[in-house]
């Protein structure tokens, strides 16, 4: 009680014993709906397909669609990425993460010196896996969804056909990126498909619509084959690419096991490989419960902070060694979230200094623009969906006569064993690049359970960020008490072993916070990351909320 006295000196203490309660109370059988989204047309389409009686899978199929055509940046289908359901009480987990095509192979972006090339997995054609998008999709639907294909399909279609009214924010983007793409000469086509948007003025895409419409009508065999992926194998051989026919016929989603763990009296369901989310969350979680004072921490002060950040150097350097596509590479989950290593592995944390980065090794001994959205329906169904094409705008690259963009997702594969990526995430052997291989990933869709109940659901975009994002919102909401709107608006900070000391954060960090951090030696980098959109269940009661930050929107109906 006075760790949130201590965070909001202002709030009485009657609010406080009424906030505890939220996560106290016996869980309570939901009767609304909620939708937390990354913008007001995806908000809007999501919340129209429950109205009809969808539920929570049938409202994120319409959703991802529709952020393929209003939400450029990052949504797509032209990427990949996770959907974590939690339906009639059981859990599932679509991978429909990008691939490696067949001609893909270990040092693609190495030069005769093996030195890797600048920007060849960032820009262009030789940037982009195979995409996942529309077969995630498909899978979700065939397994779990009730309404019509071409029903959820429409929204978007419309969307892209008629247009929609570009948001300010959305015109900016557009600007700053067409700009970076000329001031560093790179030669992509983005600028001749987007540079006519404008800001509160209708944008429509009509080759991107017709490609909807073939996927509206054929289902993922109007991307997967025919006319649609003759353009795209077409396209992309003209300009020197690897990506083929083949390798878009053979690309499948896959369903598979959710982790799940035990934390704090709750369930915790979450993202297995080929993210790495999932583990980290859960070390972080459970470590942070080891390690932390008996008396508690204040939120977002020197000492928590500082606990955290140590923590964070164990798990990165867990997740450079041990973590990679499970298909490819044996995965000791269970080892890395076992509690006897997690005590080993924290052991030796010390609350007033830093650990020599250097020193950090994996413990076993044996081996930034996504997007994400939350669901829940009145059933008490939920979904947790991030979906990315890696870097803002992903490769630049439009395939042209289909009207979408290519992502970057092979620069999240490791180029060079100890050489960052541009998230300056490191890598080695688990996730070098192989042909048919998933690009190891930090997104996390995550969902907190409370007998049963959903208690939660939260996810970012924000490259390895992501991760932080995830286990602080739910330290917000388990450890603080917050609403939705305050997990998602409190200032977030992330470290990551490497670059050696520094920590990412949010503005609003106290002062004195600050000044201590860096007298202890950390190197404090303030820029915003993430953009958090979750659903709390309040006894029965749902609580929702999109970051201010960016042009997200929730409701609860």
Do not use: C
């Amino acid at each position: 009680m006075n760790l949130f006295i201590s965070r909001s000196k202002l709030i009485a203490k009657s609010i406080l014993i009424l906030q505890l309660s939220v996560f106290s109370v016996t869980a309570e059988q939901i009767t609304q709906s909620a939708v937390a989204m990354p913008d007001a047309f995806s908000a809007q389409a999501a919340k129209s397909i429950l109205e009809q009686g969808g539920n929570a899978v049938d409202a994120a199929i319409t959703a991802q669609f529709v952020l393929a055509v209003t939400l450029p940046e990052a949504g797509n289908i032209g990427g990949g990425g996770f959907m974590l359901i939690h339906k009639d009480g059981q859990g599932d987990f679509i991978d429909y993460r990008e691939t490696a095509p067949n001609a893909a192979h270990r040092d693609m972006y190495l030069d005769e010196q093996d030195e890797v090339i600048a920007n060849k997995s960032i820009y262009g054609i030789h940037a982009s896996g195979v995409p996942g998008s529309v077969a995630g999709m498909w899978l979700a639907h065939k397994k779990h969804g009730t309404l019509a294909w071409k029903t959820l399909l429409q929204p978007a279609v419309t969307l892209a056909e008629q247009g929609f009214v570009v948001p300010p924010k959305l015109a900016q983007q557009i600007t700053q990126y067409i700009t970076e793409l000329k001031n560093n000469d790179i030669d992509v086509n983005f600028g001749d498909y987007f540079a006519t948007a404008t800001a509160n003025k209708v944008f429509k895409q009509p080759q991107l619509a017709t490609t909807l419409k073939r996927i509206r009508d054929e289902g993922q065999d109007g991307f997967y084959k025919g006319e649609t992926a003759n353009i795209i194998a077409k396209f992309i051989h003209q300009h020197g690419g690897i990506i083929n026919q083949d390798d878009l016929k053979n690309y499948t989603a896959k369903s598979r096991t959710p982790i799940t763990a035990n934390w704090n009296g709750y369930q915790v369901l979450t993202s297995p490989p080929p993210s790495s989310g999932g583990i980290a969350i859960l070390q972080w979680l459970k470590m942070y419960e080891l390690q932390k004072p008996s008396t508690g921490l204040v939120h977002n002060s020197t000492q928590y902070i500082h606990l955290l950040a140590e923590i964070g150097k164990r798990v990165f350097a867990d997740r450079a060694e041990y973590l990679g596509d499970p298909d490819f590479y044996t995965v000791p989950v269970n080892a890395l979230t076992n509690i006897d290593y997690l005590k080993k592995r924290s052991n030796d944390i010390s609350l007033t200094t830093i650990t020599s980065t250097e020193s950090i090794n994996p413990g076993l001994h044996e081996s930034e623009q996504t997007t994400h959205f939350s669901i829940v329906d009145k059933m008490g169904n939920a979904v947790a969906n991030t979906t990315t094409i890696n870097l803002p705008f992903g490769s630049g690259v439009v395939v042209e006569g289909a009207g979408f963009i290519l992502n970057n997702e092979m620069d999240d594969f490791s180029a060079k064993p100890g050489v960052m990526n541009v998230f300056g995430a490191i890598g080695g052997k688990a996730n070098e690049i192989q042909p048919h291989k998933r690009m190891l990933s930090s997104m996390t869709p995550t969902i907190l359970l409370k007998n049963n109940t959903v208690k939660m659901v939260t996810g970012s975009p924000g490259g390895t960020t992501i991760i932080s994002s995830v286990y602080e919102s739910i330290l917000n909401a388990v450890e603080f008490n917050m609403s939705a709107d305050e997990v998602v608006n409190s200032p977030r900070f992330h470290h990551q072993l490497w670059p050696k000391n520094v920590i990412r954060a949010h503005s609003g960090l106290e002062s004195s916070v600050k000044a201590q951090l860096i007298k202890m030696g950390y190197t404090l980098d303030e820029r915003h990351f993430g953009d958090m959109h979750v659903i709390i269940n309040n006894a029965g009661k749902l609580d929702a909320a999109s970051e201010k930050t960016g042009r997200g929107v929730s409701s609860v109906f």
